[in-house]
């Protein structure tokens, strides 16, 4: 029987399954995150151990990986060399949206966007694919937990800039990190990882629930963020109608806001889009992408 390992590797966590090709979940391993652009060592040593650990069960055909932050600079290449030496398997690297598109739309096309802890879209239209977003926390990740969090964190700086009370948002994210002053907030910020920041999405998602104004601004303009992101990609792979669109990320498969945000947005601007959504893990995806490479729709490569 073929079984292959598929890794999720995100910015919050890795998680990696050994599956048979029905998709069934014949183990799993978890991990810290797998982003190499946060941390180089540390997504390594998160991704090494998971892999170890799907390797000791049973024997496999391939291991496939999808990774946040995989196309920053030669990173992917440094990771697949280093994994490399453990196995002499097969390792197909792809950024996690690939993956993740395939767990969810498989062949056909279509365009997959993720918001969690980062953000990215990932699409295909025939032999064409391609990508928009996924530039990172630095250069972009505009509609992600995190992103979302900082833009309420540096509307905190402006409050205490101008000497205005600070707002109901603000106090209850001030609350959350247990920061009373300028120090407590600068201290957060500094020393926290990426996926603890994204955190803070969660607080604001309660206070938009509960109507506040500055929240749900915030979540809406989100919405718009990923829904543009997405349909420059279907515009680029000239999808010219009835586009299918997947979305996975806990921004935008829990946040009530955001998700009718962005497929308000989508629905003005293309003619019936088919969005779709499941609970899968996308770690599913790398049963559908070692039977492309078996077909010759996709390469090792």
């Keep these: 029987m073929t079984r292959v390992i598929g890794i ?16 069934n979940i014949l183990f799993q391993s978890l991990s810290g995150h797998g982003n190499p652009s946060v941390s180089y060592e540390e997504a390594l040593r998160n991704l090494s151990s998971v892999v170890q650990q799907c390797l000791d069960q049973t024997r496999v055909s391939h291991i496939v990986i999808g990774m946040a932050g995989g196309g920053s600079g030669n990173l992917s290449q440094r990771i697949q060399s280093e994994l490399e030496k453990m196995t002499s398997l097969p390792i197909v690297l792809l950024n996690d949206a690939t993956l993740a598109y395939f767990s969810l739309i498989g062949n056909r096309n279509g365009v997959m966007t993720i918001a969690g802890t980062g953000s990215i879209s990932y699409g295909r239209n025939g032999n064409r694919s391609g990508t928009s977003g996924g530039w990172g926390h630095l250069l972009g990740d505009e509609g992600s937990a995190y992103h979302i969090s900082l833009l309420a964190c540096k509307q905190i700086a402006v409050e205490r800039d101008y000497g205005t009370s600070l707002s109901p948002l603000s106090r209850s994210l001030m609350n959350e990190i247990g920061a009373s002053d300028d120090r407590g907030l600068k201290g957060f910020i500094y020393s926290s990882s990426k996926g603890d920041i994204a955190q803070l999405a969660k607080v604001i998602h309660k206070e938009a629930l509960a109507g506040d104004e500055r929240a749900l601004d915030l979540l809406k303009s989100a919405g718009k963020q990923l829904a543009a992101q997405t349909m420059a990609l279907i515009e680029n792979l000239q999808i010219e109608k009835n586009p299918v669109i997947a979305l996975k990320g806990s921004v935008l498969e829990r946040n009530q806001v955001v998700q009718s945000t962005f497929k308000e ?37």
Excluded: H, Y
């Design 265 to 301: 947005t989508i629905a003005e601007s293309f003619i019936e889009p088919t969005f779709m959504m499941n609970s899968s893990s996308p770690a599913t995806g790398a049963v559908d992408i070692v039977e492309a490479i078996r077909e010759g729709k996709m390469t090792n490569e």
């Design 8 to 23: 999720d590797a995100g910015g919050t966590k890795v998680q990696g399954l050994v599956l048979d090709m029905q998709k």
